[in-house]
Nanobody, 128 residues
Framework: VQLQASGGGLVQAGGSLRLSCAAA????????MAWFRQAPGKEREFVAA????????NYRDTVKGRFTISRDVAKNTMYLQMNSLNPEDTAVYYC??????????????????????WGQGTQVTVSS
């Protein structure tokens, strides 16, 4: 599986960016895909996830209402539309993919350990 992230850049606070993650190497039914981010000196943190077949989504609280994760099955591509960006969103953004993990009534989609495959990062910088 290969994941190729793109779309990062420099934007002013309040602006928008759209990240893309092009996936190749297999079909992604029964997979979840996600965006994580990592700021300098901080741990990698969950941003949003989408289950490929059902389109069920999850978001970290601080991006709810501002970010939207989606996927295009025909293009095998996942997107992250980011609006109302603020300087705290500055980070390297990574896309990830892996089989959906379901155990004892819980879907596990928010930890980096839940994903097998990772793309290279794309830098997002939000200026104040």
């Amino acid at each position: 599986v290969q994941l190729q992230a793109s779309g990062g850049g420099l934007v002013q606070a309040g602006g928008s960016l759209r990240l893309s993650c092009a996936a190749a190497g297999r079909t992604f039914s029964s997979y979840a895909m996600a965006w994580f981010r990592q700021a300098p000196g901080k741990e990698r943190e969950f941003v949003a996830a989408i289950r490929w077949t059902t389109c069920i989504t999850n978001y970290r609280d601080t991006v709810k209402g501002r970010f939207t994760i989606s996927r295009d099955v025909a293009k095998n591509t996942m997107y992250l539309q980011m609006n109302s960006l603020n300087p705290e969103d500055t980070a390297v953004y990574y896309c990830a993919a892996g089989p959906v993990i379901y155990s004892s009534g819980t879907y596990y989609v928010t930890s980096p350990a839940d994903y097998q495959y990772w793309g290279q990062g794309t830098q997002v910088t939000v200026s104040s």
